[in-house]
């Protein structure tokens, strides 16, 4: 597995959460399933944020 935002493949960087993995090098979360990030569009700023992340990383407005 690898990380779809950086491309990391270390493992020692990627933390592995069942149907995701968390990369420690750029905090972006990936699919499994899918292999690409896992992440919704934010609805105050409209960037793209973490899916399960408590807060948006970009306006740190909570969902
Ligand atoms: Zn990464
Ligand atoms: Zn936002």
Redo the contacts with the bound molecule.
């Keep these: 597995m690898n990380c779809a935002n950086c491309g990391n493949d270390d493992q020692e960087w990627l933390c592995d959460e069942g149907d995701t993995v968390y990369c420690q090098k750029c905090y972006h979360r990936t699919l499994l399933s899918t292999g690409e990030l896992d992440e919704i569009e934010?609805?105050?700023?409209?960037?793209m944020?973490d899916r399960t992340a408590y807060y948006?990383?970009?306006?740190?407005?909570d969902q």
């Design positions: 934010c609805k105050y700023c409209h960037n944020r948006c990383r970009h306006c740190n407005m």
